[in-house]
Structure formats: C-alpha cells, structure tokens
Nanobody, 122 residues
C-alpha cells in the first residue's frame, strides 16, 4: 500500500522559513518523479515544484521561483520543499505527490499525501 506522509507545516510570520518533508512508502522512491502542490481556501490546487528521479532536474512555479527549493534524498526516501521569504499568500495546504513523468501537470500525478497546513501571518 502506497502512502505519502508530509510533515513540517505550521504557523510562521511573513519573511520566515519552513522546510516540508514527504516520505513515501510502499513504492520504490527512486523510480518516481516527485512534486509539491498547494491549495488555498477557495482556490484551485496549484503546482509548486517538481523534481526528477535522480534529483538532477527541477521545476518551480512562477509564484515561488527564487524563494522555494525542491530537493530529494533517495537514500532517505524523502523529498523536501525549502520555503524561504514566506508571504501570507503562501498560506495553503501543501501536498506531495508522485509521477511517472517529470511534469507540472497535476493530472500526471498518481499518488498523493494527505497534506500539511502552512499558515503565514502578516
């Protein structure tokens, strides 16, 4: 049974930092591309970042470029999202997900975590 568990969310002041982690189980981690998405209240789910199987290539959404960084450690079966210079508009539930292709397209992601709440106060 595949499970993705996100951690690291919380409440932070604007300008602060958080690091999210996601540790999938029940699959061969290094065989999957990984992505982070987020969904704010009343809004569509939005692509945040993706990383390919080896970690050698990344994609970041325009709204987070230069502030957020996705990375992975295949030895630890974990993907990370380092979030710096946080803004109130970054407030959302953040989800990690797996994909067979390296893409920003949400429809290509198959397994999803339950999400972790990130709240940025002004």
């Amino acid at each position: 049974q595949v499970q993705l568990v996100e951690s690291g969310g919380g409440l932070v002041q604007a300008g602060g930092s958080l690091r999210l982690s996601c540790a999938p189980s029940g699959l061969t981690f290094s065989s999957y591309n990984m992505g982070w998405f987020r969904q704010a209240p009343g809004k569509e789910r939005e692509f945040v970042a993706a990383i390919n199987r080896s970690g050698g290539a990344t994609l970041h959404g325009d709204s987070v470029k230069g502030r957020f960084t996705i990375s992975r450690d295949n030895a630890k079966n974990t993907v990370y999202l380092q979030m710096n210079s946080l803004k109130p508009e970054d407030t959302a539930v953040y989800y990690c997900a797996t994909a067979r292709t390296f893409t920003m397209e949400e429809s290509q992601y198959d397994y999803w975590g339950q999400g972790t709440q990130v709240t940025v106060s002004s």
